[in-house]
């Protein structure tokens, strides 16, 4: 967890994702259609990806992709960030 730590406390936005889910694909696509500075690391195409997916296994989502992470702190999957989108809030969090 310290590596994902230090890979999200440097970026505004993060997602941690697969580049074959278009899950994935359609969370980034509405962070970047609302502006969003987004960093992506696609687990299935860097070096230890499959160590870091194994590390997000406790954040309690599963999928373990995409997983977002927001000012450092995780915001959630899928699920949460359309959530945060629908309701209004997703946007001021950003």
Not at 10 to 29: A, E, G
Not at 80 to 89: D, F, K, Q, R
Request: proline share 4%; net charge negative; glycine share 10%.
């Amino acid at each position: 967890m310290e590596r994902i730590s230090e890979m999200v406390s440097d970026n505004p936005v993060v997602i941690f994702s697969k580049s074959s889910c278009w899950v994935s694909h359609s969370i980034k696509s509405l962070l970047y259609g609302l502006g969003a500075n987004l960093t992506v690391y696609d687990l299935d195409l860097i070096t230890g990806g499959y160590e870091i997916e194994q590390a997000l296994r406790p954040l309690g989502h599963s999928p373990t992709v995409p997983a977002v992470f927001i000012g450092g702190d995780f915001a959630g999957g899928a699920k949460e960030i359309v959530t945060l989108h629908v309701n209004g809030s997703l946007i001021s969090k950003l």
